[in-house]
Nanobody
């Protein structure tokens, strides 16, 4: 059974930083595409970063200077570090895994999802 469990969200002031974690069980994250997504009420879920099995990384253009995706293969854990947080970063952040190795920034290609961790940024 594949399970993804996110943590690390919280309420922070603008300008602060957070490191989100996604612990994965039942699946080896280094073999496939992993991604971080975020969603706010009434809006579609959007990809913010993906990490392919070959290490290739993509970011949403508007966050690429502040977001860093990484993984620890030994811990089978995916991370998302966010710096210089802005109120518009407020969202539910979820990690996802894809069974296949191809990696694009579209939620439809991902097969497994975590429950999410809430990030709230106050001005």
């Amino acid at each position: 059974q594949v399970q993804l469990v996110e943590s690390g969200g919280g309420s922070v002031q603008a300008g602060g930083s957070l490191r989100l974690s996604c612990v994965v069980s039942g699946y080896i994250i280094s073999y496939t595409c992993m991604g971080w997504f975020r969603q706010t009420p009434g809006k579609e879920r959007e990809a913010v970063a993906t990490l392919a099995n070959n290490g290739y990384i993509r970011y949403k253009d508007s966050v690429k200077d502040r977001f860093t995706i990484s993984r620890d293969n030994a811990k089978n854990t995916l991370y998302l570090e966010i710096t210089s947080l802005k109120p518009e970063d407020t969202a539910m952040y979820s990690c996802a895994a894809r069974r296949a190795s191809g990696c694009v920034m579209e939620s439809r290609i991902f097969d497994y999802w975590g429950q999410g961790t809430q990030v709230t940024v106050s001005s």
